[in-house]
Structures are given as structure tokens and as C-alpha cells.
């Protein structure tokens, strides 16, 4: 049966930088929200938008690490509750996805239409969120390389940076021009940017959940190190899949030859999964030559 150690995945690892990064844009998100609806810049409000899916997203980013952390009592979670994490950062792609359509949306709505943009507040607000964003970039940094659930947590940040610098673009062209469609026009290229980096993450996440094998990992080259494991004839039903972020897992039959180690054959194949191929868990079944049957599974 599976435990949740914390030290086992690596979001857990980067809690206190998920805790920090959650107050700075909260506070933030209150006062862009307001400013928002004062001056009535679309980009503003868009921002926003996109700031309050931060909020939720951070948020549910901590309650996955803190579920992960939770030992299984019920016998039922072999695999403990570390898909937690994956499931939040799922939930990050959603939220990235509707604040994109809506964006695009009320700036399509605006084209042709007249408004009242106060640049000022655009300028001050944008300003101010630049500099918390990038703060928080510095904290997430770290995690993002190493976490699933963190990195959906930078990329919706990097999208507010990025969101940040457009509403001060939009509010100095506004000021510059009197034209209030480069509001407009600032808040549709935030919501476009907002969702190319949606569905990059999604494509990510559905990776974890179909099973499919480790983007670093090469199933063939992983099938072959085993095969050359002395005492090792044949490898069969080899499966290869990421439980959460820093936590792959791996089954495999290893049919032995005749009058081999199988003791020997275990601990190497183990000991070359763990170090060579960055395997957390590894479920190996040694047969000797003579065993038929198992590997006649169509899957």
C-alpha cells in the first residue's frame, strides 16, 4: 500500500514558495480588480480576471500539495493521493482557458464601440503588478523545473507578467494617443497569450493522466538496459508512467536464464531504473526461461 510522504514528490518540497507566492497576487488581484472597475480599462479588468484564476489556482495548488502529504488511511489509495497535484494543475488549465475566452470575447465586443479608459490608474496598478509578478517568478522559479503543480502555478504567472506589461503598454498608448481601442486591442493579445500557454500545459497534464511514458524517458532505451542486465533473457510487459511530478513508476517482467541470480537480476534491474532512469518505484517480476503465459496480454 502506497504512503504519502512528503519528501517523495516535489511540490511538497516548494509548499512555502506556493503559501508566499498565494498572499502576494491575492492582495494584488483586491486592488487590480477595483482599479479595474474605477477607470474602466478592459485590459485592467482582464488582468484581472486573470489574476482572480491565479488566486483559485494557487490556492488549489496548496491544498494538492497538502492532500499529497496525507497518509492513506482508507486501503483503498494504493498509490497514496499524489495525483492530487496533477488534478490542480488540471484545474489551472481550465481557469487559464475561460479568463482567454473571456477576454477575447468582451475585446471583440468593444471593436467599433466607444469607451471611457482612465490611463492613470492603468499605468499606477500595471506598474505595481509588474513588480509583484516578477517577485513571485523568482519564487516559483525553482519549482517550476522540478513540479508539475508548481509550473502551472509559474506559467499563470508568467501570463500575468506578461498581462502586467500590457496594461502599462495599453495605459501609455492610451495616454499617448487618446485612443482608447489600444485598451482593447492590449487585452486580446493578453487573452491569446493567456491561452497558448493553457494548452501547452493541458497537453502536459493529460500526458500524466493517459499514462503516457516520460518525456524524458525512451521506453525502447529503458527495455534495452534491462535486457543487458546480466542473468536477464528477456523483457516483457514493460510500462512506463508518471504518478506526479518527480515520481515516475514502472513495472516490467524480466524472464532470466537458466541458472541465474534471480535475487542479483532484482536488485540491478532496480538499482539501473532508480539511477539511470530516474525511476521512483519499480514493480519487476523475475521468471525463469521455462514460465509461459504472461506475456501473451495484448496490452
Same mark, same amino acid.
Given at each position: 500500500?502506497?504512503?504519502?510522504?512528503?519528501?517523495?514528490?516535489?511540490?511538497?518540497?516548494?509548499?512555502?514558495?506556493?503559501?508566499?507566492?498565494?498572499?502576494?497576487?491575492?492582495?494584488?488581484?483586491?486592488?487590480?480588480?477595483?482599479?479595474?472597475?474605477?477607470?474602466?480599462? %478592459? #485590459?485592467? $479588468?482582464?488582468?484581472? +480576471?486573470?489574476?482572480?484564476?491565479? @488566486? /483559485?489556482?494557487?490556492?488549489?495548488?496548496?491544498? *494538492? !500539495?497538502?492532500?499529497?502529504?496525507?497518509?492513506?488511511?482508507?486501503?483503498?489509495?494504493?498509490?497514496?493521493?499524489?495525483?492530487?497535484?496533477?488534478?490542480?494543475?488540471? %484545474? #489551472?488549465? $481550465?481557469?487559464?482557458? +475561460?479568463?482567454?475566452?473571456?477576454? @477575447? /470575447?468582451?475585446?471583440?465586443?468593444?471593436?467599433? *464601440? !466607444?469607451?471611457?479608459?482612465?490611463?492613470?490608474?492603468m499605468l499606477i496598478v500595471g506598474a505595481i503588478g509588474l513588480v509583484i509578478n516578477v517577485?513571485?517568478?523568482?519564487? %516559483?522559479?525553482?519549482?517550476?523545473?522540478?513540479?508539475?503543480?508548481?509550473?502551472?502555478?509559474?506559467?499563470?504567472?508568467?501570463?500575468?507578467? *506578461?498581462?502586467?506589461?500590457?496594461?502599462?503598454?495599453?495605459?501609455?498608448?492610451?495616454?499617448?494617443?487618446?485612443?482608447?481601442?489600444?485598451?482593447?486591442?492590449?487585452?486580446?493579445?493578453?487573452?491569446?497569450?493567456?491561452?497558448?500557454?493553457?494548452?501547452?500545459?493541458?497537453?502536459?497534464?493529460?500526458?500524466?493522466?493517459?499514462?503516457h511514458v516520460p518525456a524524458e524517458m525512451d521506453a525502447f532505451a529503458v527495455a534495452g538496459?534491462?535486457?543487458?542486465?546480466?542473468?536477464?533473457?528477456?523483457?516483457?510487459?514493460?510500462?512506463?508512467?508518471?504518478?506526479?511530478?518527480?515520481?515516475?513508476?514502472?513495472?516490467?517482467?524480466?524472464?532470466?536464464?537458466?541458472?541465474?541470480?534471480?535475487?542479483?537480476?532484482?536488485?540491478?534491474?532496480?538499482?539501473?531504473?532508480?539511477?539511470?532512469?530516474?525511476?521512483?518505484?519499480?514493480?519487476?517480476?523475475?521468471?525463469?526461461?521455462?514460465?509461459?503465459?504472461?506475456?501473451?496480454?495484448?496490452?
Amino acid at each position: 500500500m502506497g504512503t504519502g510522504h512528503g519528501h517523495g514528490h516535489a511540490a511538497g518540497r516548494h509548499r512555502w514558495r506556493l503559501a508566499l507566492s498565494f498572499a502576494l497576487i491575492g492582495s494584488y488581484f483586491v486592488v487590480e480588480l477595483v482599479y479595474g472597475l474605477i477607470s474602466g480599462s %478592459l #485590459a485592467l $479588468l482582464s488582468d484581472a +480576471g486573470h489574476m482572480a484564476a491565479d @488566486v /483559485v489556482t494557487l490556492g488549489a495548488a496548496l491544498v *494538492a !500539495t497538502r492532500i499529497a502529504t496525507r497518509p492513506d488511511t482508507t486501503g483503498r489509495r494504493s498509490y497514496g493521493s499524489y495525483r492530487a497535484e496533477v488534478f490542480a494543475s488540471l %484545474l #489551472a488549465v $481550465l481557469l487559464m482557458l +475561460g479568463v482567454a475566452v473571456y477576454v @477575447v /470575447v468582451e475585446a471583440v465586443g468593444r471593436i467599433g *464601440a !466607444t469607451a471611457e479608459v482612465s490611463f492613470g490608474p492603468m499605468l499606477i496598478v500595471g506598474a505595481i503588478g509588474l513588480v509583484i509578478n516578477v517577485i513571485v517568478l523568482l519564487l %516559483l522559479r525553482a519549482g517550476a523545473a522540478e513540479s508539475l503543480n508548481v509550473k502551472g502555478a509559474y506559467l499563470e504567472v508568467v501570463a500575468d507578467t *506578461a498581462g502586467s506589461v500590457g496594461v502599462i503598454a495599453a495605459g501609455w498608448l492610451v495616454a499617448a494617443t487618446g485612443q482608447p481601442f489600444w485598451d482593447t486591442l492590449v487585452a486580446l493579445a493578453i487573452g491569446v497569450f493567456v491561452a497558448v500557454r493553457a494548452i501547452s500545459l493541458g497537453r502536459q497534464v493529460f500526458a500524466v493522466l493517459g499514462q503516457h511514458v516520460p518525456a524524458e524517458m525512451d521506453a525502447f532505451a529503458v527495455a534495452g538496459d534491462l535486457a543487458a542486465v546480466e542473468g536477464v533473457r528477456d523483457v516483457h510487459d514493460l510500462h512506463l508512467w508518471t504518478l506526479t511530478s518527480g515520481m515516475n513508476v514502472a513495472t516490467a517482467h524480466l524472464v532470466t536464464a537458466e541458472g541465474a541470480d534471480s535475487h542479483a537480476v532484482l536488485d540491478q534491474a532496480r538499482d539501473l531504473l532508480r539511477r539511470h532512469h530516474n525511476v521512483a518505484h519499480a514493480t519487476l517480476q523475475v521468471e525463469p526461461a521455462d514460465h509461459l503465459g504472461c506475456d501473451e496480454l495484448g496490452w
